[in-house]
């Protein structure tokens, strides 16, 4: 070596490396962020034309929803704080990424929407239902060796039961707060979007089978005794489906929306999801299991299922995972999406 020659220091050589490998190191992210964007757009074209279809299932249905109602106005503040949320801190540059509100603020104002629209379009599905599956639902649990009655009595006997179930089966919504707030937290989209597009998949999953198979739920059908405990999803099926048929009803109340879907169970549904998506991720793997076990153990008395409408609903979540995670390989195949 001569005087001459210049003398690199090892973390000069690692700049050196660094700044000539940055190319490909931001095509190589490029590369993996692609899936995630095609997902979120493909969600977002799907979700406008399921918004269209629920539009018109009202409006066949004669049932129609009044965007002026004071029970409407949680859910225009919930969406304009995520706007806000969305816009301030969402990020200008890439080297100014999105906070973790941000982005939470997005994924939780897409789940929403898509719980409101499944929810809302189940009353005009029921409209155009006819006749109840109830019998054979029974029948097929008898076959399961399934007790629907003795459940109910042992619930009704046991307060302790009773506050447990409740507080499991309301929790449908806390495990996708967590599950969001986490993929937030990653900055994971792709997983964010996949879980939103699973969600709403075995939505419209449910509804389908529902229209097939509309039911009164088991505690309708065979609970004939003064009411000993009234379970959280109470008796709206046997009320509500025959007035939604007679055309007796025209008015969709987001505010007040109830649960008229027996079979598929969409609790269950989504128990399966929540634990399929979180099982990947160490530090809510537990707690989401702990607490979905704890709802689906609640679900045929508090959701008044059949056990079949549980299976049913295992099948809608499994089937919604396979088709999503099928559809997102086939994205990664593709160059240039």
């Known amino acids: 070596m001569t005087m001459m020659e210049p003398v690199l220091s090892p973390s000069a050589l690692s700049e050196a490396g660094r700044l000539v490998d940055a190319p490909r190191l931001r095509r190589r992210e490029a590369d993996a962020e692609r899936p995630g964007r095609a ?5 977002l074209i799907a979700l406008g034309f399921s918004l269209a279809a629920v539009w018109l299932l009202l409006d066949r249905a004669d049932l129609h929803i009044d965007p002026w109602r004071a029970d409407n106005l949680p859910f225009y503040a ?9 816009i301030g801190w969402g990020g200008r540059s890439p080297r100014r990424p999105p906070s973790t509100a941000a ?5 939780a104002a897409l789940f929403t929407l898509v719980s409101l629209m499944g929810a809302a379009a189940s009353y005009p599905v029921a409209a155009l239902t006819h006749g109840y599956a109830d019998a054979a639902l029974q029948d097929i649990d008898e076959v399961l060796g399934f007790d629907w009655l003795a459940c109910y009595r042992l ?30 937290r990653r900055g994971d989209r792709q997983q964010a979007y996949r879980f939103l597009a699973g969600f709403w998949l075995a939505a419209v999953i449910t509804l389908v089978l529902f229209s097939l198979m509309p039911a009164v739920g088991p505690f309708s059908y065979l609970w004939h005794q003064p009411v000993a405990y009234m379970p959280e999803s109470e008796l709206w099926q046997q009320g509500l489906i025959p007035t939604l048929r007679e055309r007796s009803v025209h008015l969709v109340d987001l505010g007040h929306l109830r649960g008229i879907v027996s079979a598929p169970s969409f609790h ?3 128990a399966v999801l929540y634990i399929a998506t979180a099982w990947p991720v160490r530090g809510l793997r537990w707690p989401v299991l702990a607490l979905n076990l704890a709802m689906l153990f609640s679900t ?3 959701g008044t299922h059949y056990l079949i409408d549980m299976v049913l609903g295992a099948g809608v979540a499994v089937t919604a995972l396979l ?15």
């Open 103 to 107: 982005e939470f603020s997005e994924y």
């Open 300 to 302: 045929p008395v508090e």
């Open 155 to 184: 619930v009704a006997a046991h307060p302790v039961l009773q506050v447990l179930g409740t507080i499991a089966y309301r929790s449908i919504y806390v495990t996708p707060a967590m599950i969001l707030w986490a993929a937030a």
């Open 268 to 270: 269950t549904a989504a």
């Open 78 to 86: 919930a969406g304009m704080a995520a706007l806000v949320l969305r």
């Open 39 to 43: 997902i979120r757009r493909h969600f």
């Open 323 to 337: 088709v999503v995670a099928g559809y997102c390989r086939r994205l990664e195949r593709q160059p240039g999406i």
